[in-house]
Nanobody, 122 residues
Framework: QEQLVESGGGLVQAGGSLRLSCAAS????????MGWFRQAPGKERDFVAA????????YYADSVKGRFTISRDNAKNTGYLQMNSLKPEDTAVYYC???????????????WGQGTQVTVSS
């Protein structure tokens, strides 16, 4: 089975909200930093947000600051991305990722989920 599995994507109107989840099957999830990336059709996969293993440090791409919130629940082996005030430009496949450190998760993640589609209509 997949080590990271995203869910929660869908179709929403501009200005709406979605909450993505990333379920980890590994028992050591709490020891890993995790993050979110997105890839729109014809575009490169871009960094969105990252969070340290403890949840004490978070990082966001400028394009989502103030609108998206990354969080995690280590007891549930699950990470989240709360997306508010969604724009059509946010339309993409969203992937969760994990790595040993928060620096690595923003650059070269060791693990990837399969992705979940987010579509924002105007």
């Amino acid at each position: 089975q997949e080590q990271l599995v995203e869910s929660g994507g869908g179709l929403v109107q501009a200005g709406g909200s979605l909450r993505l989840s990333c379920a980890a099957s590994g028992r050591t999830f709490s020891n890993y930093a995790m993050g979110w990336f997105r890839q729109a059709p014809g575009k490169e996969r871009d960094f969105v947000a990252a969070i340290s293993w403890s949840g004490g440090s978070t990082y966001y791409a400028d394009s989502v600051k103030g609108r998206f919130t990354i969080s995690r629940d280590n007891a549930k082996n699950t990470g989240y991305l709360q997306m508010n005030s969604l724009k059509p430009e946010d339309t993409a496949v969203y992937y969760c990722a994990a790595a040993r450190t928060v620096v690595k998760v923003t650059t070269t993640p060791g693990y990837w989920g399969q992705g979940t589609q987010v579509t924002v209509s105007s």
